[in-house]
């Protein structure tokens, strides 16, 4: 199971890094504007600061433009992978793309039949939205739970399912018990991976009892 932070605060990035768990970068449009100033400065410089893929979105919806957008993006860095929404245009530039040898990401996956287009066009990564599946009263699990199965099915497709749109530790933890290869976690839930109750305890009452012995280390 890889982590992939989903960040494009470069300070974010380099406090989670420095832990040692994060394996990769996704970003998109909306994360970008969140903190201004030029995409291609930020780009650079995660991609500079990360060892593994960092995921960034062409901002474009036509065919033409994603092409010239995805040229652009692929050349800030050789861990750089381009990001295309789950569209024909999207389809037809991941082919276009995916032919050349570079990595592509599908994003705005909702179905399975989705993801298994994407597969055929060659994507390298598949990023299905759970807690975006969730909030339309349905289950974004299940259908993680649908691609898994669809992929297995079918060895020939190489496409890794990139769990995206992760609210919670739950999701978390089922997407592991599903065997997804990836998941892109928000900062405030990655934060969130050591919290227990229990542990704080522990650490609490083994600091006292320490304390109290006079003993030293």
């Given at each position: ?108 996956c909702f179905s399975a039949a989705q993801a298994l287009v994407a597969a055929k066009a060659g994507a ?23 691609i898994n199965e669809i992929y297995m099915n079918y060895p020939e497709l190489n496409t890794k399912i ?39 305890i522990g650490v609490k009452k083994f600091s006292e009892d320490w304390k109290k012995s006079g003993l030293?280390?």
């Amino acid at each position: 199971m890889l982590f992939f932070l989903d960040s494009a605060d470069i300070k974010e990035i380099e406090e989670l890094l420095a832990f040692g768990i994060v394996d990769g970068i996704t970003t998109n449009p909306s994360l970008f504007a969140a903190i201004g100033g030029d995409f291609y400065k930020i780009a650079k410089d995660i991609c500079s600061a990360v060892d593994g893929p960092v995921s960034l979105e062409a901002s474009s919806t036509d065919y033409n433009n994603m092409l010239q957008e995805g040229e652009k993006i692929l050349g800030i860095a050789d861990n750089a992978v381009l990001k295309l929404p789950m569209t024909w245009p999207g389809i037809k530039a991941c082919k276009y793309f995916s032919d050349k040898g570079h990595r592509v990401n599908m994003t705005l996956c909702f179905s399975a039949a989705q993801a298994l287009v994407a597969a055929k066009a060659g994507a390298t990564y598949v990023s299905p939205f759970i807690g975006r599946i969730d909030d339309t009263g349905h289950d974004g699990l299940n259908l993680i739970e649908d691609i898994n199965e669809i992929y297995m099915n079918y060895p020939e497709l190489n496409t890794k399912i990139l769990a995206a749109s992760i609210r919670n530790i739950y999701h978390l933890h089922q997407v592991c018990k599903i065997g997804t290869s990836i998941a892109t976690i928000p900062a405030k839930i990655m934060k969130q991976l050591l919290d227990h109750p229990l542990t704080d305890i522990g650490v609490k009452k083994f600091s006292e009892d320490w304390k109290k012995s006079g003993l030293k280390i």
